[in-house]
């Protein structure tokens, strides 16, 4: 039998369409309900689900009174705010084109992302980099004045047609702008009865900021979808209160990435957490050893998911729908998944890639102004995720590392190439070569192993990355070498650096 997944295609997105009046069409039903809470260990900010589409809608109106129109790009440069939600889905809502992006990015890395895209407009907050645009700016201040304006009607067309873009490291060492349509929140029920085991009466707490994909899918846009409560930290919330807020705010399903279960599971006290049905885990690998500690810690589960910025979560663990223990998780019904050889589909239990059909109603549409690296990305009908695995016989997918050289920086994927890129610029720089490094159990870092000049130190190289690189794709390790390894064809071998780095410190400083 071959590697293959296939049950059946999921029921079409509907058409006409439009993603942001998908999410918000629980409030017509029930304008009162609380959408959102913005929780602390001192008190709640709410906001009901009237209020919150008045005032995505407001904003809306407010970006067409800008001037601006179906299919313009707008730049969002926004912090941990309740602003960056309802500005996404402003722009989405009358056929604009948000494209959101992490707080922590350089002005040199925004500048980029402005030359590729073009924007109409960029939305910045104060203490956030916004490069040097040549569009109009509009700033957090006046932005929030929008919201109880004139409100705009959504705007329905094709589900096909391209909603929003968010930039993944790319394998070339380039940010990729991924295109991704209307329809992709359709495909994302999917992942409600096979990885949430969400309902309208669930209360989700989610530890990540507003503005990450992971918080605005799971912790936001897939809860509103079906009339749930989000229940998010209020910036700069430490980790050591969370169990304290999911009490006191009685959250039913709690959303963090395995960084976040570790340093909760740092103590020995018994977590107390009568209302906490399971919790989710997506961004990196959850280990079998930490799901064990926090099932004996809490008496709830962890379910798992895999996926990326180019098709979000497709293989899952489940309530309803466990996998295999150590596995990544089953694919969810509708989803057609596959593990490829050069051949196609490998054979039940071999070594393959994962993949994705093309068809999937979630991938994406494509790389921005990128055909031929879109086309790279496909073996026939097959999206190629850059990640290896095997199919056990009852369809779980069991994880076997990347088939390059990406790396995992607490739940960001960051090419060693694009670092490495970065570091070239400084003079002195003869070699480097980045990988990630195992420091301790479940815990990776990105690591950097340099050949320069004399006068070019570790600290020197520690600077030079904080002007050059968002915090999530700095080094934190940094270790002078005679030379890099090398493969038979000459070429870096960073698999080497990284075994060679960990069977070194092994023991030493691993926990």
């Not at 919150?52 to 067409?64: I, N, P, R």
């Not at 936001?220 to 999911?246: H, K, N, R, Y």
């Not at 950097?448 to 130190?457: L, Q, R």
């Given at each position: 039998m071959l590697s293959i997944f296939d049950k059946g295609a999921p029921p079409p997105c509907p058409s006409p369409f439009n993603m942001a009046q998908y999410v918000l069409q629980k409030a017509s039903e029930q304008p009162g309900k609380t959408a959102l809470s913005v929780v602390s260990t001192k008190g709640v900010t709410t906001l009901s689900y009237a209020e919150l589409e008045a005032a995505v809608l407001g904003v809306a109106q407010g970006f067409l009174n800008q001037g601006l129109s179906a299919g313009d790009i707008i730049l969002m440069r926004l912090g941990n705010t309740v602003d960056f939600p309802i500005t996404y889905l402003a722009a989405i809502a009358v056929g604009m084109v948000p494209v959101p992006t992490s707080s922590m990015l350089t002005d040199?890395?925004?500048?980029?992302?402005?030359?590729?895209l073009s924007p109409a407009l960029v939305v910045s907050a104060p203490e956030v980099a916004t490069g040097n645009p040549t569009c109009p700016v509009i700033s957090q201040s006046e932005l929030q004045s929008l919201k109880h304006g004139a409100q705009a009607?959504?705007?329905?067309?094709?589900?096909?047609?391209?909603?929003?873009?968010?930039?993944?490291?790319?394998?070339?060492?380039?940010?990729?702008?991924?295109?991704?349509?209307?329809?992709?929140?359709?495909?994302?029920?999917?992942?409600?009865?096979?990885?949430?085991?969400?309902?309208?009466?669930?209360?989700?707490?989610?530890?990540?900021?507003?503005?990450?994909?992971f918080t605005m899918g799971a912790g936001l846009m897939d809860p509103w979808s079906i009339?749930?409560?989000?229940?998010?930290?209020?910036?700069?919330?430490?980790?050591?209160?969370?169990?304290?807020?999911?009490?006191?705010?009685?959250?039913?399903?709690?959303?963090?990435?395995?960084?976040?279960?570790?340093?909760?599971?740092?103590?020995?006290?018994?977590?107390?957490?009568?209302?906490?049905?399971?919790?989710?885990s997506a961004g990196e690998k959850l280990s079998e050893s930490l799901r064990d500690r926090w099932l004996?810690?809490?008496?709830?589960?962890?379910?798992?998911?895999?996926?990326?910025?180019?098709?979000?979560?497709?293989?899952?663990?489940a309530p309803r729908n466990r996998a295999e223990t150590g596995a990544l998780g089953r694919p969810q019904a509708g989803r057609r998944v596959a593990l490829l050889g050069d051949n196609g589909p490998v054979a039940l239990g071999e070594t393959g890639q994962?993949?994705?059909?093309?068809?999937?109603?979630?991938?994406?549409?494509?790389?921005?102004?990128?055909?031929?690296?879109?086309?790279?990305?496909?073996?026939?009908?097959?999206?190629?995720?850059?990640?290896?695995?095997?199919?056990?016989?009852?369809?779980?997918?069991?994880?076997?590392?990347?088939?390059?050289?990406?790396?995992?920086?607490?739940?960001?994927?960051?090419?060693?190439?694009?670092?490495?890129?970065?570091?070239?610029?400084?003079?002195?720089?003869?070699?480097?070569?980045?990988?990630?490094?195992?420091?301790?159990?479940?815990?990776?870092?990105i690591a950097a192993f340099y050949v320069t000049d004399e006068n070019v130190s570790a600290e020197t190289l520690e600077a030079f990355a904080k002007d050059a690189l968002a915090r999530y794709k700095q080094p934190r390790i940094y270790q002078r070498v005679n030379a890099l390894p090398t493969n038979a064809n000459g070429k870096l071998d960073r698999k080497r650096l990284r075994a060679d780095y960990e069977a070194k410190h092994h023991g030493s400083d691993q926990a």
């Amino acid at each position: 039998m071959l590697s293959i997944f296939d049950k059946g295609a999921p029921p079409p997105c509907p058409s006409p369409f439009n993603m942001a009046q998908y999410v918000l069409q629980k409030a017509s039903e029930q304008p009162g309900k609380t959408a959102l809470s913005v929780v602390s260990t001192k008190g709640v900010t709410t906001l009901s689900y009237a209020e919150l589409e008045a005032a995505v809608l407001g904003v809306a109106q407010g970006f067409l009174n800008q001037g601006l129109s179906a299919g313009d790009i707008i730049l969002m440069r926004l912090g941990n705010t309740v602003d960056f939600p309802i500005t996404y889905l402003a722009a989405i809502a009358v056929g604009m084109v948000p494209v959101p992006t992490s707080s922590m990015l350089t002005d040199r890395e925004v500048d980029k992302m402005i030359a590729e895209l073009s924007p109409a407009l960029v939305v910045s907050a104060p203490e956030v980099a916004t490069g040097n645009p040549t569009c109009p700016v509009i700033s957090q201040s006046e932005l929030q004045s929008l919201k109880h304006g004139a409100q705009a009607s959504y705007h329905l067309a094709d589900p096909n047609r391209l909603a929003y873009i968010v930039y993944t490291s790319g394998t070339s060492g380039t940010p990729r702008a991924v295109m991704h349509a209307h329809r992709a929140i359709w495909a994302r029920r999917m992942m409600m009865n096979d990885w949430y085991g969400l309902n309208s009466a669930d209360r989700l707490l989610h530890a990540g900021a507003f503005n990450w994909t992971f918080t605005m899918g799971a912790g936001l846009m897939d809860p509103w979808s079906i009339g749930a409560t989000s229940l998010i930290l209020e910036p700069d919330t430490p980790i050591g209160d969370i169990p304290q807020i999911m009490a006191q705010h009685k959250a039913s399903i709690f959303a963090a990435v395995p960084g976040v279960y570790r340093k909760l599971l740092q103590g020995e006290t018994l977590l107390e957490l009568d209302t906490l049905r399971h919790s989710l885990s997506a961004g990196e690998k959850l280990s079998e050893s930490l799901r064990d500690r926090w099932l004996t810690r809490t008496g709830t589960d962890i379910f798992e998911a895999f996926g990326m910025s180019e098709c979000s979560t497709f293989i899952s663990h489940a309530p309803r729908n466990r996998a295999e223990t150590g596995a990544l998780g089953r694919p969810q019904a509708g989803r057609r998944v596959a593990l490829l050889g050069d051949n196609g589909p490998v054979a039940l239990g071999e070594t393959g890639q994962i993949a994705i059909h093309h068809d999937d109603p979630g991938l994406m549409l494509g790389y921005f102004n990128a055909p031929d690296a879109t086309q790279r990305r496909f073996h026939g009908h097959w999206f190629l995720t850059g990640d290896l695995g095997h199919m056990s016989e009852d369809g779980s997918i069991h994880y076997e590392g990347r088939a390059d050289d990406m790396m995992n920086a607490g739940g960001f994927r960051v090419s060693p190439l694009e670092v490495e890129m970065a570091f070239s610029a400084l003079p002195g720089v003869q070699q480097i070569g980045v990988t990630d490094v195992e420091i301790k159990t479940d815990t990776r870092v990105i690591a950097a192993f340099y050949v320069t000049d004399e006068n070019v130190s570790a600290e020197t190289l520690e600077a030079f990355a904080k002007d050059a690189l968002a915090r999530y794709k700095q080094p934190r390790i940094y270790q002078r070498v005679n030379a890099l390894p090398t493969n038979a064809n000459g070429k870096l071998d960073r698999k080497r650096l990284r075994a060679d780095y960990e069977a070194k410190h092994h023991g030493s400083d691993q926990a």
